[in-house]
Every structure is written in structure tokens, then in C-alpha cells.
């Protein structure tokens, strides 16, 4: 009679390939896009590794070192099409809308991270080091261009933000109640899912930030320039 051979439970036995920080963090992400920052565990993670929980410890502290971890690796993976010869609008039209791209990769993860890392964008990161070279090249002074970057970066995470836990949706169907607001919905009961309007067209309103954005910096840069001629006269 063939002899059973017994395996060790899951998490004791020696793995085929030796845990790496690189390695945790991929799974960790993996479980991340399924389930959630809240959900995963250094348990479940060992698990998924088939490695003994407390073998984890050996390359990152805990949790919040693997999160971090998982977002620098993120955020490192940035890609984004560089269009050197184009005007500095187009091109930061299209770092933002490929941030954006990128956030809706990794739904769960960057929603955590835009509330809960407020360094998680690092001076050598792509994202970064692409949008300064963009603000400079709009002629931003030197001295400034990492505050206006840095606003650019914040506007455009709130946003995103908000686009990934819901609010932009409903923010945007609030009832308007300006002095031309329509008074077709004034007697409408105000808990009807029927009469409520439709959810926002969210590529439509990302374009619309980034224009707005723009026209901001572009109606700075224009005041700058018109003072300095008016002081050099």
C-alpha cells in the first residue's frame, strides 16, 4: 500500500522562491484591487504568498510600511506620453489625464492614499519631476514652480478624489437654487429617485478642471508679463 505523504499547512512549508520586498508588495496590491486597504491583513497576505506570517516581518514592519510600500511602487510605474515639442497646455492636459487613468486603475489603493499619505508624491517621482519641467516650460518663474505645481497637484486630487468615493456624483446632482435656476423641479418631492437627474459625465467635468487650471496659470503668467513691461517703462 502507497504511503500518504503529508504536506505541512499552508505558511509552514519552505517556499520554491525567497520572499522580496518587491514580491509582498505586488501581492499586496493584488488583494488591494480586489478587496480593499481595509480589508487586507498581514495574515491574508501571507497567504497569498504561501509564507508563514511572521516571515513578512523579516522585510517590512507592518501594514502601513506595506502600503506605503505598494503606492511607491505605483507611483514609480507612472507613465505618461512626453510631447516635448508641444505647447505646455497639451501637455498637462495629458500628465493629468494619464494620473487620472492610473487612479482608476487602482481604485481602492490611490483613494487611500490621496487621504491618508500625504507623501505619497515624491521629488523624483515621474509624475512629479514631469509636471514641474511642464510649469517651468510654461515660464513660471523658477521660485515658484514647485507652489504652482503643488496646487495643480492638489485641485487635481481632490478631484479625483471625488470622482472615486462618490461625492462628485452627488455633488453634482444636487438642486441648483441660483436666481436663474429652472423652477420645473420646485414642487417635486425632494426623496423621488424618479424625477433625479442623471450622474455627471465625469470625463467632461475632468476636462473641464484641467481648463480651468489652465486659464488660471495662463491669465497669471499674462499679468506678469504685462507688469513687468509696465515697470520697465
Known amino acids: 500500500m502507497e504511503k500518504k505523504v503529508r504536506r505541512p ?4 512549508r519552505k517556499r520554491d522562491v525567497p520572499l522580496t520586498e518587491a514580491g509582498i508588495y505586488a501581492a499586496a496590491l493584488r488583494l488591494i484591487d480586489e478587496d480593499g486597504v481595509e480589508a487586507l491583513t498581514m495574515r491574508k497576505l501571507a497567504t497569498a ?7 513578512l516581518y523579516h522585510h517590512v514592519p507592518n501594514k502601513e510600511a506595506v502600503l506605503r510600500g505598494v503606492t511607491r511602487m505605483v507611483g514609480a510605474q507612472f507613465r ?18 494619464d494620473f487620472r487613468t492610473l487612479a482608476h486603475r487602482h481604485p481602492k489603493l490611490l483613494a487611500y492614499s490621496f487621504s491618508h499619505q500625504p507623501d505619497f508624491i515624491q521629488s523624483n517621482d515621474p509624475f512629479w519631476t514631469t509636471l514641474t519641467a511642464i510649469v517651468a516650460a510654461a515660464g513660471v518663474p523658477q521660485s515658484e514652480v514647485s507652489e504652482i505645481a503643488a496646487l495643480m497637484v492638489a485641485v487635481v486630487i481632490g478631484v479625483l478624489t471625488a470622482e472615486l468615493n462618490g461625492a462628485l456624483h452627488q455633488w453634482s446632482t444636487l438642486t441648483s437654487h441660483g436666481p436663474e435656476a429652472s423652477d420645473d423641479g420646485a414642487d417635486a418631492d425632494p426623496g423621488s429617485t424618479s424625477a433625479a ?24 503668467l499674462t499679468a506678469g508679463r504685462d507688469g513687468a513691461r509696465a515697470g520697465g517703462h
Do not use: K
Not at 505618461?80 to 489625464?97: F, G, N, S, Y
Not at 437627474?197 to 487650471?213: A, H, I, K, N, W
Open 49 to 55: 504568498l504561501d509564507a508563514n506570517p511572521m516571515s
Open 9 to 12: 499547512p499552508r505558511g509552514t
Open 197 to 220: 437627474p442623471e450622474g455627471p459625465d465625469q470625463d467632461y467635468m475632468f476636462r473641464l478642471v484641467m481648463d480651468t487650471l489652465i486659464m488660471g496659470l495662463e491669465s497669471r
Open 80 to 97: 505618461t506620453v512626453t510631447l516635448e515639442d508641444a505647447p505646455w497646455q497639451e501637455r498637462i492636459r495629458l500628465l493629468a489625464t
